[in-house]
């Protein structure tokens, strides 16, 4: 394992090593994606090769609304991987989102970890701090830092009173966030992005985002790799193992998140992520009322091959997608969000 200097950089490595090693997945819940299918359209009056997949979000230009979902940085391990992914990201015009640059707020040292400008000049970068740090020192000024460390076109507030909740060592003080959030948002000067870690987003909580002038909100809902089975697997002692697993399977599935938050705030641009696997799964949420789709799991096993594997996981994920559109007879995105899905009974 590599070299780690502090508690967080400590965490971060463990982290990698557990996705990557461990199964982590919801036990038994799902993203509830699999109730849902499409119309098959057998003449859909199009040409394959003229589907659509671009689409423009904070002003960017993407080639695919599929995006490399928030993942790491922090160590050396991480380094690499963001550098593998953010070369994809460029050369097939994706949107990427980094993992939470505490780290390198509390060691500048570790910045470097972050920094995928050199090899991603063009894409469409997402920043990335805990909200529940803004109870903890941290204020506009640190995350101004992070977006300026890596040059980002908008920053996210991760949302993951769960996981915290279940650390030992975890931040858990998450009262009067709302105004600190809404203090960023005001301040910061790029778009904000609330997003969960794999829990989902509630109709309240949307509501409550939205009042303070999120940009976007990532689901990022249940059904995927679950955050508390990851520290189930790092716990410290048996009690914390048994805490931990007991929330195996707590959370919002990822489809029926994105549909309580653009019920609960129409005009939201949501994000969606939290188990999706393919291009199949990224027609559907769109369907739901998502703008774009995100993965984290799928990307990370690739990128740490090389990059050539993260070059051709899109390349099949987003092929999945234009074949779905065909099938389903849109031509674009703005098609294909006007479709419906039909409803699998049980």
Same mark, same amino acid.
């Given at each position: 394992?590599?070299?780690?200097?502090?508690?967080?950089?400590?965490r971060k490595e463990q982290h990698i090593d557990i996705n990557l090693?461990?199964?982590?997945?919801?036990?038994?819940?799902?993203?509830?994606?699999?109730?849902?299918?499409?119309?098959?359209?057998?003449?859909?009056?199009?040409?394959?090769?003229?589907?659509?997949?671009?689409?423009?979000?904070?002003?960017?230009?993407?080639?695919?609304?599929?995006?490399?979902?928030?993942?790491?940085?922090?160590?050396?391990?991480?380094?690499?991987?963001?550098?593998?992914?953010?070369?994809?990201?460029?050369?097939?015009?994706?949107?990427?989102?980094?993992?939470?640059?505490?780290?390198?707020?509390?060691?500048?040292?570790?910045? &470097?970890?972050?920094?995928?400008?050199?090899?991603? @000049? /063009?894409?469409?970068? +997402? #920043?990335?701090? *805990?909200?529940?740090?803004?109870?903890?020192?941290?204020?506009?000024?640190?995350?101004?830092?992070?977006?300026?460390?890596?040059?980002?076109?908008?920053?996210?507030?991760?949302?993951?009173?769960?996981?915290?909740?279940?650390?030992?060592?975890?931040?858990?003080?998450?009262?009067?966030?709302?105004?600190?959030?809404?203090?960023?948002?005001?301040?910061?000067?790029?778009?904000?992005?609330?997003?969960?870690?794999?829990?989902?987003?509630?109709?309240?909580?949307?509501?409550?985002?939205?009042?303070?002038?999120?940009?976007?909100?990532?689901?990022?809902?249940?059904?995927?790799?679950?955050?508390?089975?990851?520290?189930?697997?790092?716990?410290?002692?048996?009690?914390?193992?048994?805490?931990?697993?007991?929330?195996?399977?707590?959370?919002?599935?990822?489809?029926? &998140?994105?549909?309580?938050?653009?019920?609960?705030? @129409? /005009?939201?641009?949501? +994000? #969606?992520?939290? *188990?999706?696997?393919?291009?199949?799964?990224?027609?559907?949420?769109?369907?739901?009322?998502?703008?774009?789709?995100?993965?984290?799991?799928?990307?990370?096993?690739?990128?740490?091959?090389?990059?050539?594997?993260?070059?051709?996981?899109?390349?099949?994920?987003?092929?999945?997608?234009?074949?779905?559109?065909?099938?389903?007879?849109?031509?674009?995105?703005?098609?294909?969000?006007?479709?419906?899905?039909?409803?699998?009974?049980?």
């Amino acid at each position: 394992m590599t070299k780690v200097t502090n508690i967080t950089e400590r965490r971060k490595e463990q982290h990698i090593d557990i996705n990557l090693e461990q199964d982590v997945q919801f036990p038994r819940l799902t993203t509830s994606l699999e109730r849902y299918t499409f119309m098959h359209e057998a003449l859909p009056e199009l040409n394959l090769d003229e589907v659509d997949t671009s689409l423009i979000v904070f002003g960017k230009t993407l080639q695919t609304p599929i995006f490399i979902s928030s993942m790491t940085g922090g160590t050396e391990k991480a380094q690499m991987i963001n550098r593998h992914l953010a070369a994809a990201a460029q050369e097939r015009g994706m949107a990427m989102g980094l993992g939470s640059q505490r780290a390198a707020i509390e060691d500048e040292s570790l910045a &470097s970890t972050y920094d995928i400008r050199v090899v991603a @000049p /063009d894409i469409l970068l +997402f #920043a990335n701090i *805990g909200a529940v740090q803004l109870n903890y020192g941290y204020g506009v000024e640190q995350c101004r830092r992070a977006i300026d460390m890596v040059e980002a076109d908008a920053l996210i507030l991760h949302l993951n009173a769960l996981q915290e909740a279940v650390q030992p060592e975890g931040d858990s003080n998450f009262a009067g966030l709302l105004d600190k959030m809404e203090a960023v948002v005001k301040n910061v000067g790029v778009p904000v992005i609330a997003k969960e870690v794999g829990w989902g987003i509630s109709p309240k909580t949307a509501k409550r985002l939205a009042e303070i002038g999120i940009a976007a909100i990532d689901v990022a809902g249940a059904g995927g790799t679950s955050w508390s089975e990851v520290e189930y697997h790092r716990a410290p002692t048996e009690f914390h193992a048994r805490v931990a697993r007991s929330f195996a399977d707590w959370g919002i599935p990822t489809a029926d &998140s994105i549909q309580y938050v653009k019920k609960a705030v @129409p /005009d939201m641009t949501v +994000f #969606a992520s939290g *188990g999706l696997r393919d291009g199949i799964d990224v027609a559907k949420c769109i369907v739901l009322g998502a703008t774009i789709g995100g993965m984290a799991s799928p990307f990370l096993k690739a990128a740490v091959e090389s990059v050539e594997a993260v070059l051709e996981f899109e390349r099949e994920a987003t092929t999945q997608l234009r074949i779905a559109m065909f099938c389903a007879g849109a031509a674009t995105l703005e098609e294909l969000s006007q479709l419906e899905l039909v409803e699998v009974k049980p």
